[in-house]
């Protein structure tokens, strides 16, 4: 009997491990279908991770609006530039500004830019620039090539970090933080140097607004004369139009061509950054690091080399290629320029929110020595121009 009974006990623990491993083995196939649904939830905040930022990118766009009505002689961009900087160092906004909104302000600055500056093409008229003579197209090109080059030798000669030597030249010289966003989407530029830039050249171009009218009379210049000047010295277009805007119709109309000629030379001057990217990746990669590698290393750097004329510089082209042929309906063009008024204010409103003051504070003289200089360069210069080929 002891032997009978005791094997009983025995049995009973075995036969419980055996049900044991069949109960585990049921919800082993449990977990799989747990990883199908886990993606989804986490996809669906990937996909609205942009939508705080561009809420608040399109609050900002909205106040800068409402400031542009009350007070005209401001442009709606150059207010949205301004409440950028100030929402990203209000104490209660900043955690936000850096975090849930960052993704959407990201975003704003980067793809928006890109379709403003598509748009943009549909200002320009190849008819219309032609019809200013060669006189004036060549003062514009020299205008354009010093002031670019003298800004972006004397940013370096300051030491400015980064990019900021490049986007500062490029929007002195061009049409403003237009070509800014144009050029940093070209060399993949540091978000912060962007914004500095952008900060810079508007800055100087709103003062521009104030300036250039109190030095019409005493410089003699006509009112074709002076509207000729501020469309080949000042930057953004809008500025253009109220600076010229206080000289009276003809002033303006020359004014907006001659700037407009100056937008002209963006895709050019894009590939000509895109080119110099692509020669210095080239010349690293047959440096001492990769003189060995042959075309392994070479060669997969140049198939990731950007193209030559990005896409949203192409769209400008053609852009403008539509709007020269004369068939686009004025309705659809002043659509078309609100609504790149709106993308540009929502992409600098951004770009604001990427100024980081104190940082700013440090590098603040030498920035604002470049942005004199290359201010008073381009007014001297293109001041010069207009005289020669009146």
Do not use: N
Request: net charge positive; charged share 15%.
């Amino acid at each position: 009997m002891a032997l009978l009974g005791g094997p009983r006990p025995v049995r009973a623990p075995a036969a419980e491990p055996v049900r044991a491993p069949g109960t585990v083995r049921a919800p082993e196939p449990a977990p799989e279908p747990a990883p199908g649904p886990r993606p989804a939830p986490a996809a669906r905040p990937s996909r609205l991770r942009p939508l705080p930022g561009l809420a608040l990118a399109a609050a900002g766009v909205a106040v800068a609006e409402a400031a542009h009505r009350a007070l005209p002689g401001v442009p709606a961009m150059t207010a949205a530039v301004v409440l950028g900087v100030a929402v990203a160092h209000v104490p209660g906004l900043r955690t936000f500004v850096c975090g849930a909104a960052r993704p959407g302000l990201t975003l704003a600055g980067k793809r928006l830019m890109r379709v403003g500056v598509v748009l943009l093409g549909l200002k320009l008229s190849l008819g219309d620039v032609l019809g200013l003579g060669w006189a004036t197209a060549a003062m514009v090109c020299a205008v354009v090539a010093v002031t670019f080059g003298g800004t972006l030798w004397l940013g370096r000669r300051l030491g400015l970090e980064g990019d900021q030597p490049l986007l500062v030249a490029t929007g002195y010289s061009i049409c403003g933080a237009s070509a800014i966003g144009a050029v940093s989407e070209a060399k993949d530029s540091d978000e912060r140097d962007v914004a500095v830039s952008v900060a810079l050249v508007t800055l100087c171009g709103t003062l521009a607004i104030a300036v250039l009218p109190l030095l019409q009379h005493p410089l003699g210049l006509s009112d074709a004369e002076f509207g000729r000047w501020v469309g080949a010295g000042v930057h953004d277009v809008g500025q253009v139009v109220a600076t010229a805007g206080t000289a009276g119709g003809p002033a303006l109309g020359e004014a907006v061509l001659v700037k407009l000629m100056r937008v002209l030379l963006l895709a050019p001057l894009v590939a000509g950054v895109v080119l110099a990217v692509r020669r210095r990746a080239a010349s690293d990669a047959t440096g001492p690091a990769g003189a060995g590698d042959g075309d392994g290393d070479a060669g997969g750097r140049v198939g990731a080399r950007p193209p030559l004329v990005p896409l949203f510089v192409c769209g400008f082209v053609a852009m403008m290629a539509v709007r020269s042929t004369g068939h686009v309906p004025a309705e659809a063009l002043d659509a078309a320029q609100t609504g790149q008024e709106l993308l540009l204010a929502a992409a600098l409103f951004g770009l604001g929110t990427a100024v980081h003051l104190p940082t700013l504070a440090r590098t603040g003289p030498r920035v604002a020595a470049l942005g004199l200089c290359a201010w008073v360069v381009i007014a001297g210069v293109s001041y010069a121009g207009v005289v020669l080929t009146a």
